[in-house]
């Protein structure tokens, strides 16, 4: 299929039937936007605030929750149902509001359209607004627009494009107005201008040959829009935990339920007791701890500079495994600098910092006083189009970035463009034409006019004839040509962005600048790596996570960039994947895929590309996050675990898309939110633990009695007290607690691993038997001793309240000290125990609450009891976690322990 690249201008426009002095008449215009629609992107469905409260109780847990209050209002237990149903909105609205507050609609992809455009109509200039763009319509663009439609260009004057947040390249794109040959990527497209894109240089006219969803940026919405998210590793966990809770009710529930008919109990006692079950056995508390737990972790990551949009995202952090990242801005600092200068004495390092000396083959050298050097970095200064705010190089200039390198380059050697042009005047200037890959200015001087040029190597090379060795001349030979392509060769084979220096002494500004120059020497440009970013790829390697870069960048540049942030010890050809080598993944063979798998760099992506890319990831069972800032990325965030676009150099487009936007655009700061990740899932193992341990032991005591037709020793509104109320702050407290130091040194857990190993749910049974016997043996002697039967559910109930604030202690390290742990040098549990002890105090004695518990005011036995049997869980479990008695576990028994560290 020809396509409208391989097409002539002429062909273009005649397909069209326009004319390019002329353009469309109005109703030509008019006609062909009722046929083909307006330019308009199909806009991107949005989180509601009513959608993000929906989707708060898409959770099993809240399902068997509004079951058991449907329940209590169907046997007038009004108080009991409104109990239940605040205990669903109280975690709703905590949800709710955190989400509310992180996730704020940015209209991204409209935002980019509103754009005006400058077009041609009868034969007249005129301004419209870019939605009413139709095909056949002659667009003018120039430096600074943005383009407002793809457009096919028939005239191109010094026009270069900024396509990076299309393509991926961090370089602006010359264009041209010559057909292309053949099926070439849309990084190749030089005579196409894309929607979205902007126009750093010159200026051109192009005719529409797409609009709204048909532009390429149509195309890459549309894929973003298809792309599927995927449920997140938490989801997926607490949806599994959920179901086994489920299955655990209705068992215990229907075996309490036939015991009790056999036994001929009273049908309205059965109800009672089979609401307290479901109330026992459904932790009320875990989803509004899970909730604050996650939006602590948000606020954490926040000061590190990473935001998060949905709550379950920072939990999936903690389960990735492959970090799939962009190279411009996250592994490197964004900014071109001049890294060498290829002269015919040798090699001469340039620093990259404010501090540091210019180096000759080692040696240090001051560049104003060496001849060569200095004659490179004045040329570099003087043909140039850019404009520099301060010597400091923190500071960004104006242009393209290369020729702000250049101008920061020479800033560093003292050499200022305005000193320069004092003392030789700019008279005249052939701008950066993409046919002949140069640039020329002129400038008095006292021999005459110095022509200053600078371009790509080949060409330069192609129109010199003499080279500079020392202050002289001499002839340059076909020979030496060769000698130079291949310091060319090498300079790009070190990732460096090569141009050529050159100059003559003209007689007029009239002369032909690209002719008999003398070649003065090559420069190499550098994206730097981030100072931070080689630790932060170790601390991957060490937690076990593959790092991996996908560039629309060049391979030579992406291959020298990976060895030096340490994503590979040797970058050579066999560690890279080109974009043209890549097939559909349902065409890859399990070989190939093998390989893809190994592959630590790809090059020249496209977006379907990196859509394969993280697909293929995924069904080999990896946890991906992606990292992106263009409009190209948009898809692949979507598509990955975690999405992650850049805050400083990110489109809207990539950031709508991404679960996370990290508002420095480092890499190091991924790294940091993968560890609270990791450590956000270990306290939610934590919490977990120290909550079904405490409603198994309601489970067991109230199946228990029932069974044997015995007074219930809780009553399920003190059960929902002790769930939701007291136990919810030492949870809390567990969930916000920091990270262990070693926590980046294991590797990442498997995505299908529960949150509860058969392991973990034997200790859950084991600490829930413990509390259930204690409160039981509690509850038995209080009718031993004469106690009433309202005060013997009291005290069995204030023992099982403060058994489980005690039994927080239980939840420390295995191997941690017994008084000096996580758990006791967490301020947060402290507080919450404090809160606790007032809210079981205020159960028995207030007297607003007291009646609606069906609690009363314990006696100084009551009390005996209440502190013994709240006790012994705490003791028993202390004396388990002694490493005497661990050695005796099972090995396997042993390490299931630690895994619960998280």
């Known amino acids: 299929m020809v396509e409208v690249y391989n097409q002539s201008s002429d062909e273009v426009l005649g397909a069209q039937a326009v004319d390019a002095d002329t353009g469309l008449s109005n109703s030509e215009a008019k006609s062909r936007l009722e046929e083909y629609g307006e330019n308009r992107l199909d806009e991107a469905e949005r989180r509601s605030g009513w959608r993000i409260f929906v989707e708060q109780f898409k959770s099993l847990i809240f399902g068997i929750l509004f079951g058991a209050a449907a329940l209590s209002f169907a046997f007038q237990e009004v108080v009991q149902g409104i109990a239940i149903l605040i205990a669903i909105l109280i975690n709703a609205a905590i949800g709710f509001f955190t989400e509310l507050r992180a996730t704020r609609s940015m209209e991204a992809l409209r935002e980019m359209e509103r754009v005006s455009a400058r077009v041609l109509r009868d034969g007249e200039e005129r301004e419209t607004d870019a939605a009413e763009l139709v095909p056949g319509d002659i667009v003018l663009i120039e430096a600074g627009e943005v383009v407002p439609a793809d457009l096919r260009l028939v005239r191109a004057y010094n026009l270069r494009m900024n396509e990076s947040a299309l393509t991926g390249e961090s370089v602006p794109q010359g264009k041209t107005t010559d057909p292309i040959e053949g099926d070439v990527e849309v990084a190749e497209r030089d005579n196409i201008a894309f929607k979205g894109t902007s126009v750093s240089n ?45 299955v655990v009710i ?190 020329a200015t002129y400038h008095e001087d006292e021999d005459g006019i110095r022509v200053a040029v600078k371009g790509a190597p080949e060409a330069v090379l192609e129109v010199c004839t003499h080279v500079f060795q020392g202050k002289n001349r001499r002839k340059l030979d076909d020979d030496a040509r060769d000698a130079w392509l291949e310091r060319n060769e090498t300079t790009t084979a070190d990732g460096l962005r090569a141009l050529a220096l050159a100059e003559k002494t003209a007689g007029s500004k009239d002369e032909d600048p690209y002719e008999g120059l003398t ?8 994206d730097p790596p981030r100072e931070e970013v080689r630790d932060a790829v170790q601390a991957c390697r060490k937690a076990g996570i593959q790092a991996v870069m996908v560039t629309g960048d060049q391979p030579s540049t992406a291959r ?74 948009a898809p692949a965030l979507k598509k990955a675990d975690i999405g992650v676009a850049m805050g400083q150099r990110g489109t809207e487009v990539a950031r709508e898309a991404a679960d996370m936007v990290l508002r420095d655009d480092s890499f190091a700061s991924i790294v940091a939110a993968i560890r609270q990740g990791r450590t956000i899932f270990g306290n939610i193992r934590k919490f977990v633990i120290y909550m079904l341990s405490g409603n198994t032991g309601e489970i067991i005591a109230v199946s228990l009695v029932a069974m044997l037709n015995a007074p219930l020793p809780l009553l399920p509104l003190q059960i929902l007290y002790i769930n939701i109320v007291s136990d919810v702050f030492p949870a809390l407290a567990i969930g916000v607690g920091e990270s262990r130091a070693d926590v980046m040194k294991n590797p990442p857990r498997d995505p299908e691993e529960p949150i509860l190993t058969r392991y973990l749910w034997g200790v859950i049974g084991a600490y829930g038997a413990l509390i259930a016997l204690s409160v039981l043996a509690v509850f038995w002697y209080a009718f031993q001793i004469g106690l009433g039967a309202d005060e013997a559910v009291t005290i069995s109930f204030l023992t099982f309240g403060f058994a489980r604030l005690w039994h927080v202690f239980n939840m ?91």
């Not at 200026?203 to 940026?217: H, I």
């Not at 149509?218 to 489920?246: F, W």
């Not at 919450?832 to 607003?848: D, N, Q, R």
């Not at 009363?856 to 013994?868: H, K, Q, T």
């Open 812 to 902: 420390r390290d295995p191997d941690s000290p017994m008084f000096r742990n996580e758990i006791t040098t967490n301020k947060y549990i402290w507080i919450a125990i404090g809160i606790g002890v007032v809210l079981m105090f205020a159960a028995a004695y207030l007297p607003v609450l007291s009646p609606v518990l069906g609690t009363v005011a314990p006696s100084g036995e009551g009390w005996v009891l209440v502190a013994v049997g709240s006790i012994i869980p705490l003791i028993v479990g202390q004396i388990v976690k002694l490493k005497s008695i661990r050695r005796l576990l099972p090995r396997e028994n042993r390490e299931g322990v630690s895994k619960s560290k998280g």
């Open 560 to 633: 020298a960039i990976a060895e030096a942030v340490g994503l590979v010890d040797k970058a050579d050809d066999a560690l890279v994947m080109m974009g043209k080598e890549m097939k559909p993944a349902r065409e890859l063979s399990k070989k190939e895929k093998r390989r893809l798998l190994k592959t630590p760099i790809f090059a020249r992506f496209d977006p379907e590309q990196k859509l394969d890319l993280i697909q293929i990831y995924q069904d080999a069972g990896k946890v991906v996050a992606m990292t992106g800032d263009g409009v190209n990325d």
């Open 519 to 526: 070649l003065i020497g090559l420069v190499g440009l550098l």
């Open 202 to 246: 010159g200026s051109g006219r192009g005719v529409v040959v797409a609009t709204g969803m048909e532009t390429e940026l149509g195309h890459i919405s549309r894929l973003a829009e298809e792309a599927e998210e995927e449920e997140t590793p938490l989801e997926k966990r607490l949806d599994r935990l959920s179901r086994r809770l489920l």
């Open 250 to 439: 209705v068992i215990v529930a229907a075996l309490v339920s036939v015991v009790g008919i056999v036994a001929g109990r009273d049908l309205f006692m059965m109800v009672e007791t089979g609401v307290a079950l479901i109330v026992a056995a459904v932790p009320e508390g875990l989803p509004i701890v899970a909730s604050i737990a996650l939006a602590r972790g948000m606020w954490r990551l926040a000061e590190r500079n990473a935001l998060i949009e949905r709550l379950s995202a920072v939990e999936t952090l903690g389960a990735t495994n492959v970090i799939c990242s962009d190279k411009t801005g996250t592994l490197t600092e964004n900014r071109m600098t001049l890294a060498r200068l290829a002269l015919p004495e040798g090699d001469v390092e340039v620093p990259s910092g404010n501090e540091g000396n210019f180096r000759l083959d080692g040696e240090e050298i001051d560049p104003k006083l060496q001849f060569a050097v200095r004659r490179a970095l004045e040329v570099g200064v003087l043909c140039n189009s850019a404009s520099l705010e301060a010597p400091d190089a923190d500071k960004r200039g104006t242009g393209d970035p290369m020729e702000v390198a250049l101008l920061v380059g020479g800033s560093r050697a003292g050499l200022m463009r305005d000193e320069l042009l004092e003392e030789h005047e700019e008279v005249h200037r052939e701008e950066f034409d993409p046919a002949v890959k140069m640039m």
